[in-house]
């Protein structure tokens, strides 16, 4: 079993900044791929950023040139730093990764950017 915990969650005024970070944990045999996700009140869980093992990001276009992605490979943690926060990013962050064909999912954090 995979655990994971997401921190750093909170409530910001646009243009703030916050830094999430999210530890796996339990039977952990090889992590190749780490993600974070969001999900709006009434909306679908979308994909934010991921990071490889390898180093290699990739960002949704919405938050492109804000947020940053990064890993400690030794720590099994990944961390989302998000600048300049907009109201639209208002959501429940989670972060995820998939061993042995699952999803595995954080608790969620979340975030609140006021207007």
């Known amino acids: 079993q995979v655990q994971l915990v997401e921190s750093g969650g909170g409530l910001v005024p646009t243009g703030g900044s916050l830094s999430l970070s999210c530890a796996a944990s339990g039977s952990i045999f090889s992590i190749n791929t780490m993600y974070w996700f969001r999900q709006a009140p009434g909306k679908q869980r979308d994909s934010v950023a991921f990071?490889?093992?390898?180093?290699?990001?990739n960002y949704a276009d919405s938050v492109k040139g804000r947020f940053s992605i990064s890993r400690d490979n030794a720590k099994n943690t990944v961390y989302l730093q998000m600048n300049n926060l907009k109201p639209e990013d208002t959501a429940v962050y989670y972060c995820?990764?998939?061993?042995?064909?699952?999803?595995?999912w954080g608790q969620g954090t979340q975030v609140t950017v006021s207007s």
């Open positions: 990071a490889t093992s390898g180093g290699s990001t």
């Open positions: 995820g990764l998939v061993q042995g064909g699952r999803w595995y």
